[in-house]
C-alpha cells in the first residue's frame, strides 16, 4: 500500500503542474546585485536592534506578497514524474543516502536539473527526519541557485514552517531574503533580513560567533536593499552605521565607500565630496577606488567646481601601471567613462582647454584604432574652437591617415572608421573653406592702421610675441569663439 505522506506529496505533485501552467503570466522578476551575495567577514560586537525590531514588524505586516508564497503546489515539482510504484515500493536508508549524495555531487557541478531530480525522490521516499531536513534545504538552494526564485521561495517558506526552532534558521531567513530581493519584493526582504537578526538572538549561545557573523551580514543586506530601491537616506543610515562597527577592513571600506556613494546619489554633494575625499585617502588601495574618483569628479563638478573635477579626473586617467593592473578591467571601464563624460561637460560649457586636457589623456589609455582615432577627432574639434587651425588640421589628417592603415586589418570595423575619415576630410573641407574665406576678406577689407603712443604708426602686422610657438594668435584658453 502507498504510504500516506507519499499520497500526500504525489498530491502536490498534481497540484505544481496546475500552478506551472500560470507562472508564465508572473510579473518580471528582477537580478540581485551581485555585490549584494558578499557575506562580511567575521566580527566580534553586536549592536542594539530594538529600534529596528520595531520598524521590522511594521515591514512585516506590509509585506510584499510574492507569487510564491502561496504557492505551496511548486514545493516538490520534481523534472521528471515519480511513478506511483517506486513510492509504493520505498526505498531503504542506504538508497536514500546515495541519493543524496547524487544531489550533492550534481549541486557543487551547477547540474540543478538533476540535483533537483535527486533530493525530489528523497523526499517523497521514506526517509529519515534528517534526511528529510537536508533534502528540502538543498532543493531550495538549488531553485535559487538556477534561477527559479519563485520555486525556492516556497521551499524556504516550507523548510521556516516545517523547523521553526531550526539552528539553520539565520541563514534560512538570509537566504529567503535575497531571494524574494531577487523577484522585486523588496520590503519583505527587508522584513527577511530583520528576522535573521531576531532569529540569532534566540538561539543557544553554541556558535555566537556564526549568529554574530550574520547578523552583520543581514544588516549588509539592507543596507544593499534599501540602496537599490533608491532610499538612500536609509541606506547612508545603515552602511554609516556598519563602517562604525568592529569590521575587518575590507568590509569597513565596502560600507564605508556605499555611504558615501548613497550622499552622491542623494545630491548631497559637500556630504559626498567630504566623505569621498576621506575614502580614497583612508583606503587608497580598495577595489572601488576608481569609481570613488568618478564620484569626487562628478560632485566637484556638480558643486561648480571644475577646476577640481579637471585634477580629479586627470588623476585618474594617469594612475601609475602597477595600480591599474591589479584590476585593469575596472579601472579601464572607470577611466574611459570619467573621461568621456567630464570632457563632454566642458566641451559643452565651452572650456575647450580642459575638454582638450582629458581627450589628450584619454587617448594614452589604448592603442586600438577604434578608441584611439574618434578621440583624436575631438581634440580637433577642442583645437578648432580655440583657433589653432593648424593643429586641428594635423589631428584631421591623422585620422585620415590612420584610417587606411586600421580598414587594411580585417578585424577593424571598416564602417564605423571609414565614417569618421569622412567627417575628418569634410573638417579639412570646411577649414579650407574659411581660411581662403579670411584671405580674401582681409584684401577686401585691410586692418587699420594703428598708431603708437610717440604717433609713429604700427604695424598692422602682430609681433612674435601675439604668437604661440605655432604661429598661430594667442588666444586665451577658454574663450569661445
Same mark, same amino acid.
Given at each position: 500500500m502507498i504510504q500516506p505522506r507519499a499520497v500526500a506529496l504525489l498530491s502536490l505533485l498534481l497540484c505544481c503542474r496546475l500552478a506551472a501552467s500560470t507562472e508564465s503570466s508572473a510579473p518580471a522578476t528582477e537580478q540581485v546585485a551581485k555585490a549584494s551575495e558578499h557575506a562580511p567577514a567575521e566580527h566580534s560586537e553586536s549592536v542594539d536592534h530594538a529600534d529596528d525590531a520595531a520598524h521590522a514588524e511594521h515591514t512585516e505586516s506590509a509585506a510584499v506578497q510574492t507569487p510564491a508564497a502561496s504557492a505551496e503546489g511548486e514545493i516538490l515539482q520534481p523534472n521528471t514524474t515519480v511513478e506511483a510504484e517506486q513510492v509504493a515500493h520505498g526505498a531503504n536508508e542506504e538508497e536514500i543516502a546515495s541519493l543524496l549524495r547524487i544531489g550533492r555531487a550534481k549541486f557543487e557541478k551547477n547540474d540543478f536539473a538533476s540535483a533537483q +531530480?535527486?533530493? +525530489? @525522490?528523497?523526499?517523497?521516499? %521514506?526517509?529519515?527526519?534528517? @534526511?528529510?531536513?537536508?533534502?528540502?534545504?538543498?532543493?531550495? /538552494?538549488?531553485?535559487?541557485?538556477? #534561477?527559479?526564485? $519563485?520555486?525556492?521561495?516556497?521551499?524556504? =517558506? /516550507?523548510?521556516?514552517?516545517?523547523?521553526?526552532?531550526?539552528?539553520? &534558521?539565520? +541563514?534560512?531567513?538570509?537566504?529567503?531574503? /535575497?531571494?524574494v530581493r531577487a523577484l522585486g519584493a523588496y520590503k519583505r526582504a527587508i522584513a527577511r533580513f530583520y528576522s535573521v537578526l531576531n532569529s540569532t538572538l534566540k538561539l543557544p549561545e553554541d556558535g555566537q560567533d556564526t549568529y554574530r557573523q550574520l547578523a552583520r551580514t543581514a544588516q549588509f543586506e539592507i543596507a544593499e536593499t534599501y540602496f537599490q530601491i533608491g532610499d538612500y537616506a536609509q541606506a547612508t543610515r545603515f552602511f554609516s552605521r556598519l563602517k562604525l562597527l568592529d569590521l575587518a577592513p575590507e568590509d569597513r571600506a565596502r560600507a564605508f565607500f556605499k555611504s558615501v556613494f548613497s550622499l552622491a546619489l542623494a545630491n548631497e554633494n559637500d556630504k559626498a565630496i567630504s566623505g569621498l575625499v576621506s575614502f580614497i585617502e583612508q583606503y587608497p588601495d580598495d577595489e572601488n577606488i576608481p569609481e570613488a574618483k568618478y564620484l569626487l569628479s562628478t560632485c566637484y563638478r556638480k558643486q561648480g567646481r571644475s577646476q577640481e573635477s579637471l585634477r580629479t579626473t586627470l588623476d585618474l586617467l594617469r594612475a601609475e601601471a602597477h595600480i591599474t593592473n591589479k584590476d585593469p578591467k575596472r579601472w579601464a571601464y572607470w577611466q574611459r567613462k570619467t573621461g568621456n563624460q567630464l570632457a563632454n561637460e566642458f566641451y559643452q560649457s565651452g572650456d575647450f582647454a580642459s575638454a582638450m586636457a582629458i581627450y589628450q589623456n &584619454?587617448?594614452?589609455?589604448? *592603442?586600438?584604432? $577604434?578608441? $584611439?582615432?574618434?578621440?583624436?577627432?575631438?581634440? #580637433?574639434?577642442?583645437? =578648432?574652437?580655440?583657433? /589653432?587651425?593648424?593643429?586641428?588640421?594635423?589631428?584631421? @589628417?591623422?585620422?585620415?591617415?590612420?584610417? %587606411? *592603415?586600421? *580598414?587594411?586589418?580585417?578585424?577593424?570595423?571598416?564602417? =564605423?572608421? $571609414?565614417?569618421?575619415?569622412?567627417?575628418? *576630410?569634410?573638417?579639412?573641407g570646411q577649414l579650407e573653406w574659411q581660411f581662403k574665406t579670411d584671405a580674401t576678406l582681409s584684401t577686401i577689407f585691410p586692418p587699420p592702421q594703428l598708431h603708437q603712443p610717440d604717433g609713429k604708426p604700427e604695424s598692422a602686422t602682430p609681433s612674435s610675441k601675439d604668437h604661440d610657438t605655432h604661429g598661430n594668435p594667442a588666444v586665451a584658453s577658454n574663450t569661445l569663439r
Open positions: +531530480m535527486a533530493f +525530489m @525522490q528523497v523526499l517523497v521516499e %521514506k526517509a529519515s527526519p534528517e @534526511q528529510d531536513h537536508e533534502a528540502l534545504l538543498a532543493l531550495a /538552494r538549488s531553485y535559487r541557485k538556477n #534561477g527559479d526564485f $519563485t520555486k525556492a521561495t516556497a521551499v524556504y =517558506e /516550507r523548510f521556516l514552517k516545517d523547523y521553526p526552532s531550526d539552528p539553520e &534558521l539565520p +541563514m534560512v531567513y538570509l537566504e529567503l531574503g /535575497r531571494t &584619454l587617448a594614452q589609455l589604448s *592603442t586600438d584604432p $577604434t578608441w $584611439t582615432l574618434p578621440v583624436q577627432y575631438q581634440t #580637433g574639434l577642442c583645437y =578648432e574652437r580655440l583657433r /589653432r587651425f593648424d593643429k586641428a588640421r594635423e589631428c584631421y @589628417q591623422s585620422i585620415i591617415d590612420g584610417v %587606411k *592603415t586600421a *580598414t587594411k586589418s580585417d578585424a577593424a570595423p571598416k564602417g =564605423e572608421l $571609414t565614417d569618421l575619415a569622412d567627417m575628418a *576630410t569634410w573638417r579639412l
